[in-house]
């Protein structure tokens, strides 16, 4: 305990008292364009100068770190991740992300069983991922509450946690929860009707739920006697999202559920923040734009199931092209060590460079409600960063150092991280 709480003090006390500048290299600021040449000035772990070398001048005393002929990027933020809760190896003693017992459990949170010893968060942090949004599973309509983390990997997950983000709760639609339950356990729903009555069903109860409490809270406003309602975790919950409290995330694939799904928020006063995977949300993306939905994918994964047969990787140009915020991410402890890749692809397929590298930083940063924070290089912002030997979207690309919080937390050139042994 005493080891942990020495590294954390050690890793607040470096980000605050260090000023460095990285100098020489190509920045990719994502919001102001790209500055050839550039210094980056970074002092209390945020970014306190960009430009042009020669016009930003590097403070005496500064740790200067050469990144000449190398590209710098904002940390890349991945939307929809399972790292921690789905620990490696991926045995069933393991896996703590699905509450497979009940299609509805909003009261469920991530972070209760979120695994810091996991392998692939050091794997993830070598590729550059800064920030990630750990979500339930799948098989429930609402699944439980999602936690937004920093990879600022340790025993304690306080630690991780991503100061000021809001709140998040993953849904899902389709497939999944109907074949967990349905004919499986011979539970209600067995069909996407029963998944969509159930949904209205709980969210009817959160607002008879919200308007107990509003007559209790009015009777007391009034000096009357009044004993306020029963706790309900569940509806609780829920009661949050109908405020607006929550994010909501939601796992869905076809156009029709999509579309569903939009109408029932409608009913019900809830904002989507952000369909996931969503591989047929192309076919709508007029509406998606309108609604001001986000929308998290793959490029090219596809046809793993029936809802996943229309996929195309020419969707994330499609929607991008109608003004949706397209964040690409990983659902997956593998691809998230190589995400550029995935911007890559989605170059190859028509989204243009500038919006690829938006879909792996400020879009998903916008999904989690912290694009105020992190996802671009300018001032004032957290010093989330990625150095890459070539252009991110170059194949042969590799991530030679990784920063969190203005901290370097991996060195290629080293072969090491600076986590140490925490984890060991």
């Known amino acids: 305990m005493l080891k942990s709480l020495l590294i954390s003090l050690a890793f607040l006390?470096?980000?605050?008292?260090e000023i460095t500048a990285i100098r020489g290299g190509t920045i990719l600021t994502i919001t102001k364009g790209t500055i050839e040449n550039g210094v980056i000035i970074i002092k209390n772990g945020k970014i306190e100068q960009v430009g042009k070398e020669g016009e930003v001048k590097i403070p005496d005393g500064a740790k200067v770190i050469d990144a000449k002929s190398k590209y710098i990027m904002p940390g890349i933020i991945d939307a929809h991740s399972h790292m921690g809760v789905y620990?490696?190896?991926h045995v069933m003693e393991n896996a703590d992300g699905n509450e497979a017992t009940d299609p509805i459990t909003p009261q469920v949170r991530a972070e209760d069983s979120f695994f810091t010893e996991d392998p692939a968060l050091k794997r993830a942090v070598a590729g550059g991922i800064t920030t990630i949004l750990v979500l339930p599973g799948s098989a429930n309509m609402i699944g439980g509450q999602g936690i937004v983390l920093k990879l600022r990997i340790n025993h304690t997950l306080d630690e991780m946690k991503f100061e000021g983000s809001p709140s998040q709760m993953k849904m899902a639609s389709g497939e999944n929860p109907k074949m967990v339950y349905g004919f499986h356990k011979n539970k209600f729903p067995a069909t996407?009707?029963?998944?969509?009555a159930l949904l209205r069903e709980w969210f009817t109860k959160a607002k008879e739920y919200m308007e107990k409490w509003k007559r209790y809270e009015e009777k007391k406003a009034a000096g009357k006697d009044?004993?306020?309602?029963?706790?309900?975790?569940k509806l609780d919950a829920l009661a949050r999202i109908l405020k607006g409290e929550i994010f909501v995330q939601i796992h869905c694939y076809r156009a029709d559920e999509i579309l569903t799904l939009i109408s029932i928020s409608k009913e019900f006063g809830f904002k989507i923040r952000a369909i996931h995977h969503a591989l047929d949300a192309y076919k709508i993306a007029k509406i998606v734009a309108e609604e001001k939905i986000a929308v998290a994918t793959f490029v090219d994964w596809w046809g793993?199931?029936?809802e996943a047969w229309d996929g195309n990787p020419y969707a994330p140009a499609i929607l991008s092209e109608h003004g949706v915020k397209v964040a690409l991410k990983s659902d997956s402890?593998?691809?998230?060590?190589?995400?550029?890749?995935?911007?890559a692809k989605a170059v190859k397929y028509g989204m243009p460079a500038d919006e690829a590298l938006k879909s792996l930083t400020l879009y998903p940063a916008y999904i989690l409600g912290v694009e105020d924070k992190v996802g671009s290089i300018e001032v004032g912002k957290q010093a989330d960063l990625a150095i890459f030997s070539k252009h991110p979207f170059d194949m042969y690309t590799l991530?030679?150092?990784?920063f969190i919080d203005g901290k370097m937390v991996f060195?290629?050139?080293?072969?090491?991280?600076y986590y140490g042994d925490i984890l060991k």
Request: with cysteine; charged share 35%; hydrophobic share 30%.
């Open 333 to 343: 402890s593998d691809m998230v060590q190589r995400m550029y890749h995935e911007g």
């Open 13 to 17: 006390c470096t980000a605050e008292d």
């Open 192 to 196: 996407r009707m029963g998944n969509f």
């Open 87 to 89: 620990p490696w190896p």
């Open 226 to 233: 009044a004993d306020p309602p029963a706790l309900d975790m």
């Open 304 to 306: 793993f199931k029936i």
């Open 399 to 402: 991530c030679e150092m990784t």
């Open 411 to 417: 060195d290629r050139s080293k072969n090491k991280d």
